[in-house]
Protein backbone atom coordinates (compact mmCIF):
# COMPACT_ATOMS: atom_id res chain seq x y z
CA UNK A 1 0.00 0.00 0.00
CA UNK A 2 1.25 3.33 -1.11
CA UNK A 3 1.47 6.01 1.40
CA UNK A 4 2.43 9.93 0.64
CA UNK A 5 2.98 11.56 4.02
CA UNK A 6 3.71 15.42 3.42
CA UNK A 7 4.98 17.86 6.13
CA UNK A 8 6.67 21.43 5.78
CA UNK A 9 3.50 23.67 5.48
CA UNK A 10 2.34 26.91 7.29
CA UNK A 11 2.22 30.55 6.84
CA UNK A 12 4.77 32.63 6.09
CA UNK A 13 5.33 36.38 4.76
CA UNK A 14 6.02 37.15 0.99
CA UNK A 15 8.98 37.03 0.04
CA UNK A 16 10.01 34.24 2.70
CA UNK A 17 10.61 30.65 2.13
CA UNK A 18 9.35 27.17 3.12
CA UNK A 19 10.34 23.09 2.22
CA UNK A 20 8.30 20.51 1.78
CA UNK A 21 9.05 17.19 2.46
CA UNK A 22 6.90 14.08 1.17
CA UNK A 23 8.10 10.55 2.57
CA UNK A 24 6.85 7.71 0.06
CA UNK A 25 6.38 3.93 1.11
CA UNK A 26 4.43 1.20 0.20
CA UNK A 27 6.73 0.45 -3.12
CA UNK A 28 9.52 0.96 -5.20
CA UNK A 29 9.30 4.17 -7.24
CA UNK A 30 12.08 3.80 -9.68
CA UNK A 31 9.68 3.51 -12.69
CA UNK A 32 8.01 6.51 -11.33
CA UNK A 33 7.39 10.73 -11.46
CA UNK A 34 7.03 12.57 -8.18
CA UNK A 35 4.95 15.46 -8.53
CA UNK A 36 3.87 18.44 -6.33
CA UNK A 37 0.53 20.10 -7.11
CA UNK A 38 -1.57 22.84 -5.74
CA UNK A 39 -4.75 23.49 -5.25
CA UNK A 40 -6.03 27.55 -4.33
CA UNK A 41 -9.56 28.21 -3.20
CA UNK A 42 -12.19 28.06 -6.36
CA UNK A 43 -9.27 26.75 -8.54
CA UNK A 44 -8.49 23.76 -9.90
CA UNK A 45 -5.89 21.71 -8.81
CA UNK A 46 -2.55 22.72 -10.56
CA UNK A 47 0.67 21.21 -11.32
CA UNK A 48 3.58 22.91 -9.40
CA UNK A 49 7.08 20.33 -10.27
CA UNK A 50 7.69 16.65 -11.21
CA UNK A 51 11.10 14.87 -10.45
CA UNK A 52 11.70 11.62 -12.67
CA UNK A 53 13.43 9.31 -9.50
CA UNK A 54 15.25 8.12 -12.36
CA UNK A 55 17.56 9.77 -13.83
CA UNK A 56 16.44 12.88 -11.31
CA UNK A 57 14.98 15.00 -14.33
CA UNK A 58 12.91 18.53 -13.04
CA UNK A 59 9.92 19.87 -14.09
CA UNK A 60 8.97 23.55 -13.37
CA UNK A 61 5.41 25.20 -14.08
CA UNK A 62 5.95 28.63 -15.20
CA UNK A 63 4.42 30.35 -12.54
CA UNK A 64 7.48 29.10 -10.33
CA UNK A 65 10.10 28.45 -12.32
CA UNK A 66 13.37 29.97 -10.53
CA UNK A 67 12.12 30.57 -7.12
CA UNK A 68 10.61 26.70 -6.42
CA UNK A 69 13.40 23.66 -6.81
CA UNK A 70 11.94 19.74 -6.48
CA UNK A 71 15.00 17.49 -5.22
CA UNK A 72 14.81 13.94 -3.53
CA UNK A 73 16.77 11.94 -0.79
CA UNK A 74 16.85 8.89 -2.03
CA UNK A 75 18.11 6.93 1.23
CA UNK A 76 15.11 8.11 2.58
CA UNK A 77 12.67 8.01 0.00
CA UNK A 78 11.68 11.64 0.42
CA UNK A 79 10.94 14.25 -2.22
CA UNK A 80 11.12 17.95 -1.34
CA UNK A 81 9.92 20.78 -2.39
CA UNK A 82 11.79 24.33 -1.53
CA UNK A 83 9.75 27.36 -2.12
CA UNK A 84 11.88 30.67 -1.76
CA UNK A 85 10.58 34.47 -2.66
CA UNK A 86 6.85 33.24 -1.95
CA UNK A 87 4.33 35.25 -2.89
CA UNK A 88 0.67 35.34 -1.67
CA UNK A 89 -0.69 34.22 -5.11
CA UNK A 90 1.03 30.84 -3.51
CA UNK A 91 -1.31 30.31 -1.13
CA UNK A 92 -3.27 26.66 -1.52
CA UNK A 93 -3.39 23.19 -0.52
CA UNK A 94 -0.28 21.64 -2.15
CA UNK A 95 -0.03 17.83 -2.54
CA UNK A 96 2.60 15.07 -3.04
CA UNK A 97 1.64 13.27 -5.58
CA UNK A 98 2.82 9.88 -7.80
CA UNK A 99 2.56 8.92 -11.55
CA UNK A 100 3.74 6.86 -14.19
CA UNK A 101 2.42 8.46 -16.69
CA UNK A 102 4.39 10.47 -19.29
CA UNK A 103 1.62 12.85 -18.60
CA UNK A 104 2.68 13.71 -14.82
CA UNK A 105 1.71 17.25 -14.59
CA UNK A 106 -2.28 16.31 -15.33
CA UNK A 107 -3.86 15.47 -12.13
CA UNK A 108 -6.48 13.00 -13.96
CA UNK A 109 -3.35 10.83 -14.21
CA UNK A 110 -2.05 10.74 -10.95
CA UNK A 111 -1.99 7.42 -9.07
CA UNK A 112 -1.24 8.09 -5.47
CA UNK A 113 -1.81 11.34 -4.01
CA UNK A 114 -0.71 12.72 -0.54
CA UNK A 115 -3.28 13.74 2.03
CA UNK A 116 -2.36 17.50 1.37
CA UNK A 117 -1.58 20.35 3.57
CA UNK A 118 -2.05 24.82 3.91
CA UNK A 119 0.86 26.82 2.80
CA UNK A 120 -0.60 30.25 2.94
CA UNK A 121 1.66 32.92 2.38
CA UNK A 122 0.31 36.55 3.72
CA UNK A 123 0.93 40.04 1.64
Known amino acids: QVQLVESGGGLVQAGGSLRLSCAAS????????MCWFRQAPGSEREFVAA????????YYANSVKGRFTISRDNAKNTVYLQMNNLKPEDTAVYYC????????????????WGQGMQVTVSS
Open 97 to 112: AVTDNIRYSRPEVVDY
Open 26 to 33: GRTFSRYT
Open 51 to 58: LKWTGGST
